[in-house]
């Protein structure tokens, strides 16, 4: 059976389960009505969740589980009696979705490496060069400020344009040797430091984040990623957790 077919059918059998309960419930008068419409809002979103249905918009699950409520509601109140009060029963279901849905996002945050579960307080980052979310405690380097994995990895970030090359540290030095790997300017594609003028290959340039080795100038017009300051990464993801 195709995925997404199999998502729509399950999706499908959650909402059935969720009118036949609380169509039963409705008949039952709002003092079984509501608190079943809170308990059944919070099951369904969390199987919506369990088998992973489509929640690319966090508000759909509250909105269909109040749908799925107001119909049996309309429906047991025009068939069978009318009762004001059930007319409320989308305060519970909202509640019991969006509560559900709440919980279940905050413990859903893990660290993109490592798989850890991210709890509100801990600190993350955002790894500049890779852009994914990573727990500070095992797969964030401070020293050279990325994850693990883009440090094994080698991962880079500058530009590999001769013109932004060209346009920030001047053309290809051709004398001397890399301050830092001591790679020579013909093999290497050295670039001197824009204050100290003492030449760096583009390898170094990048592994060191854009900063002078010598004298820690950084290189104009950085990617925007690059130059966000750890402190505002910490303020950032404890707000946006
Ligand atoms: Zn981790
Ligand atoms: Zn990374
Ligand atoms: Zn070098
Ligand atoms: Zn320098």
């Known amino acids: ?44 979103t969390w199987l919506w969740m369990y088998f992973n249905l489509p929640s690319d918009h966090v508000w759909l699950p509250p909105l269909i589980c109040i749908c799925a409520v107001m119909l049996c509601v309309t429906l047991s109140e025009f068939v069978f009696r009318n009762d004001f009060v059930e007319w409320f029963s989308f305060l519970p279901a909202g509640i019991g979705s969006g509560l559900t849905l709440y919980f279940l996002l905050l413990n859903n945050a893990r660290c993109a ?8 307080q801990s600190l993350t980052f955002q790894c500049p060069r890779c852009h994914m979310r990573i727990c500070d405690e095992f797969c964030w380097n401070f020293e050279h400020r990325r994850c693990t994995l883009c440090l094994e990895q080698r991962v880079p ?48 340039w990048d592994f060191n984040n854009g900063d002078c080795q010598r004298c820690g100038t950084s290189l104009s017009d950085l990617p925007t990623s690059l130059t966000m300051t750890v402190a505002h990464n910490h303020h950032a993801n404890i707000h946006n957790v």
């Open 1 to 44: 059976m195709n995925r997404s077919l199999e998502r729509y059918a399950i999706l499908t059998g959650i909402i059935i389960f969720l009118c036949s309960v609380q169509f039963g419930a409705c008949l039952a008068g709002p003092a079984i009505a509501l608190p079943v419409a809170l308990l059944m809002s919070a099951i369904a």
């Open 113 to 120: 490496l490592c798989n850890r579960r991210l709890s509100t």
């Open 157 to 204: 970030i500058l530009s590999t344009h001769e013109q932004w090359w060209t346009r920030v540290a001047g053309p290809r030095y051709l004398r001397g040797r890399c301050q830092i790997c001591l790679g020579s300017a013909e093999k290497l594609d050295l670039r001197i430091c824009p204050n100290c003028r003492r030449p760096q290959c583009r390898d170094c």
